[in-house]
């Protein structure tokens, strides 16, 4: 038997009861058997620590980590503090990926000697749907190309579902309290990656199922936090262009002012809505 290259799988655990059994199931039934899944129960209130517990006495492959809730970043961060697979592959607990899923990446990436592979996706709606998102997508392995479209979002800027050398994050933690992490991370691996290949194949199935969701949730105050979080991750986007890509740089800053000017508007709505309800109720107390 060819001994395959072990791939820690990070998956950040919170809040997440009602899809946290299918996306672990899609991890160990992977047709790629070498694997090291790390599951990071980030102080969830639900049974998901639990869970995770369960699985791990089943598959010997699962590590469980326990911590106060440091949200998604922390707990990635904690994944990768422990991982100690050549490859590293991020899955979001709500989310699941194809049975062949890894199995695909490690080939493409030994087999064309690159540092990342980011795979195709769908994204699986509330009402049961999938819709490919990577369809129109063409492989390549041309790295300026593919650097160009990460630094302007033209290709997905999320770690989900892309396949990492573990030594290119030896210098990389994604930053605290920051929503849209993945941005503010990727400029950073791409530019110090010696060769990328993108594939079209469906591989992540990216779900829009979970109410309770940061990045898909109905809260204004995480909403602005989004908003906070692109205008971060896209002056990080024209600090990259600005060293390698100076043609991006004016594109980049313009969307980092955008993001910043809706969250400064939509927190100033927030800030407007309460001064109203106070003196409503004042009045009518």
């Known amino acids: 038997m060819i001994n395959q290259s072990l791939v820690s799988v990070i998956i950040p655990v919170y809040k997440v009861e009602k899809f946290i059994c299918r996306c672990i ?104 749907k999938t819709v490919s998102r990577s369809e129109n997508w063409e492989r390549t392995d041309d790295l300026t190309e593919i650097r160009r479209k990460i630094v302007l979002n033209e290709l997905p800027n999320f770690v989900c579902g892309k396949l990492y050398k573990r030594e290119l994050w030896k210098n990389v933690r994604f930053p605290l309290h920051q929503l849209v992490e993945d941005m503010y991370v990727n400029g950073d ?50 600090e990259i262009a600005e060293q390698y890509l100076p043609s991006c740089k004016d594109i980049c800053r313009k969307e980092a002012v955008t993001q910043g000017i809706k969250a400064v508007v939509y927190n100033w709505g927030v800030y407007c809505r309460r001064i109203r ?9």
């Open 25 to 128: 199931d899609s991890a160990i039934g992977q047709t790629y058997k070498n694997l090291e899944i790390i599951l990071i129960n980030d102080g969830s209130p639900d049974r998901c620590g639990e869970i995770c517990d369960d699985y791990a006495k089943k598959d010997k492959r699962i590590l469980v980590i326990h911590q106060k809730n440091q949200g998604v970043s922390g707990a990635r961060n904690a994944g990768l503090e422990i991982a100690t697979g050549q490859w590293l592959y991020f899955l979001d607990s709500d989310d699941y990926i194809s049975s062949h899923a890894i199995e695909k990446m490690v080939s493409t990436a030994e087999k064309g000697n690159y540092d990342i592979v980011i795979g195709g996706f769908c994204i699986a709606t509330s009402d049961k």
């Open 189 to 238: 691996l791409f530019f110090t990656a010696e060769s990328a290949c993108v594939i079209p194949d469906v591989l992540y199935f990216y779900s829009q199922e979970n109410e309770d969701s940061l990045t898909r949730g109905r809260d204004m105050y995480n909403f602005i936090k989004m908003k906070q979080g692109r205008c971060l991750g896209w002056k990080k986007q024209a």
């Open 277 to 285: 309800l106070m003196i409503l109720s004042s009045i009518f107390r």
